[in-house]
């Protein structure tokens, strides 16, 4: 795509990270969003600094969206195309995740399946509600964010990722099906599958969020000691995040370093 002047993009998890440059930067190139997030005032707020930025005919729109429920997508699809007076949509960043859901074994099957819904359910309902209004627009492209999670499915030793790196290994399969699908069904749409690196963004804080957890600084100490399995933090004094005795750990600072080291994980 030579300019984004004009278009239409679609941005889920616009409300932070990735998702909120994404908005800004498409807004200062000319072209127009519609942002999701489950989080609306992180939403609004990334909007309105993409319009802050942008020129006086690219609309920004901002809305309320849990990309795991497939109504709120539809939702979400139908307002943007009232919005912004359209009949077709240009591009489309599925971009929504969250943490949480490491252990399949040891685990709560609820965190595991939560965030696999928003990781992986997210990127397919999204296909499925947008895929045709990309076709309608004859020259449309689809991005999917994985993670190099997508190739690794840990962590590290003794920290296992099971129900992100699931879903991202899905979202990267499901990109490389859909090359050829669309090859010889819908010649007019690209799919792209990204997969970063090390983005320190704020998926600790949203992963918190979304699971219904306070604020570290709220946390009592059995929440934080919670969060944290006793592999995990052997590994962490290995690897210089809390480098004390295991006895010593004060679970709000412990916490916070993972959190830090966490900014430097292929996370969003």
């Not at 795509?1 to 190139?29: C, H, N, P, W, Y």
């Not at 809390?242 to 969003?268: C, I, K, M, Q, V």
């Amino acid at each position: 795509m030579d300019s984004f002047a004009g278009k239409l993009a679609v941005v889920t998890g616009g409300g932070s990270g990735m998702g909120r440059e994404l908005v800004i930067q498409l807004a200062a190139q000319g072209c127009s969003v519609a942002a999701c997030d489950w989080h609306a005032d992180a939403v609004e707020q990334a909007a309105a600094m993409a319009r802050a930025g942008a020129a006086p005919d690219v609309r920004v729109t901002a809305h309320a969206c849990d990309v795991s429920d497939e109504a709120q997508v539809l939702r979400f699809r139908d307002e943007l195309l009232e919005g912004h007076g359209r009949e077709h949509v240009d591009l489309v960043f599925s971009n929504a995740g969250i943490g949480g859901g490491g252990s399949f074994v040891t685990g709560s099957r609820e965190e595991w399946e939560r965030t696999f819904a928003v990781d992986w359910q997210g990127v397919y309902y999204c296909a499925r509600a947008f895929l045709p209004l990309l076709i309608a627009g004859g020259d449309g492209i689809l991005v999917h964010t994985s993670s190099v999670n997508g190739f690794w499915a840990a962590l590290g030793p003794g920290m296992p990722n099971t129900a992100y790196a699931t879903a991202k290994f899905a979202i990267k399969g499901f990109s490389e099906a859909l090359i050829e699908d669309l090859r010889t069904n819908a010649p007019g749409v690209r799919v792209a599958v990204v997969m970063p690196g090390h983005v320190g963004t704020d998926i600790v804080a949203n992963s918190l969020r979304a699971r219904g957890l306070p604020e570290l600084e709220a946390m009592t100490d059995v929440q934080l000691a919670d969060l944290i399995p006793p592999d995990a933090r052997a590994k962490m004094i290995d690897t210089a995040v809390r480098a004390t005795p295991e006895a010593a750990y004060d679970y709000a600072e412990l916490f916070s370093g993972l959190a830090a080291a966490a900014a430097e994980t292929p996370e969003r």
